[in-house]
């Protein structure tokens, strides 16, 4: 059974640091692995998405990595602002199903 | 990205009662739609996965005449909660995806249910 483990749960940084969130996996064949941002009270808004076959993705200040073989993604948020508080969720899809295993997520506080 | 709606967007409603919630995806066709219940501080758990005009699987220990879920057309999926109570309270969010499990999946704004 697919188990995924974000460390740390919560984090806090002062603006303009740079962030870094983890995200680790235990069975290394999947579809692909999906970051996702959530706001408090809200539904999920999808950040990246990264095929088996990539080893990263990147849009604007995010950049996100793939390390299949030892179960391991990275998220990236260069010079981090006020509005990047919020909660980061990956999720994988496993080659057994369809269906997205979710992590527990990283509750980011970005201090102004 | 897909705009998926869901109505309401919170409810409030007694022991006992039924209660239904209403997933859309207003400009994709959504061959496969996802239920997930979300408690506060928790990741997202899913609960069933339907596809357009089949019964809804549902994940294990989940109950099928409690959470009633219908995918009667390409761009709607209702959830019914039966008979419910407090400890159903939680949030519920939907998603929806349009082809193979490779294809991203959208989210729906969510639903908070309160139950007295």
């Known amino acids: 059974k697919q188990e995924v483990t974000q460390i740390p749960a919560a984090l806090s940084v002062p603006e303009g640091e740079n962030l870094v969130l983890n995200c680790s996996f235990t069975d290394s064949a999947i579809y692909n692995l999906q970051w996702f941002r959530q706001d408090p009270g ?57 269906k997205l295993t979710f992590g527990g997520g990283t509750r980011v506080l970005v201090k102004p | 990205g897909a705009v998926v709606s869901q ?22 066709q959504a061959t496969t739609m996802f239920w997930y219940r979300q408690f506060p501080k928790q990741s997202l758990m899913l609960m069933a996965t339907s596809n357009e005009g089949s019964k809804a699987t549902y994940e294990q220990g989940v109950e099928k005449d409690k959470f009633l879920i219908n995918h009667a057309s390409l761009t709607l ?40």
């Open chain 1, 42 to 98: 809200k539904g999920l808004t999808s950040l990246l998405l990264i095929q088996s076959s990539q080893r990263e993705q990147t849009s604007g200040r995010l950049n996100a990595s793939l390390d299949k073989s030892s179960g391991r993604s990275t998220l990236y948020i260069a010079a981090s602002q006020p509005g990047d508080s919020a909660t980061y969720l990956c999720a994988v899809i496993g080659a057994a199903g369809n």
């Open chain 2, 7 to 28: 109505h309401p967007s919170w409810v409030i409603c007694k022991s006992g009662t039924s209660v239904k919630i209403e997933c859309r995806s207003l400009d994709f």
């Open chain 2, 77 to 116: 999926s209702t959830l019914t909660v039966t008979s419910a109570h407090p400890e159903d309270s939680s949030f519920y969010i939907c998603s929806v995806r349009s082809g193979s499990s490779t294809d991203t999946q959208y989210f729906g704004p969510g639903t908070r249910l309160t139950v007295l």
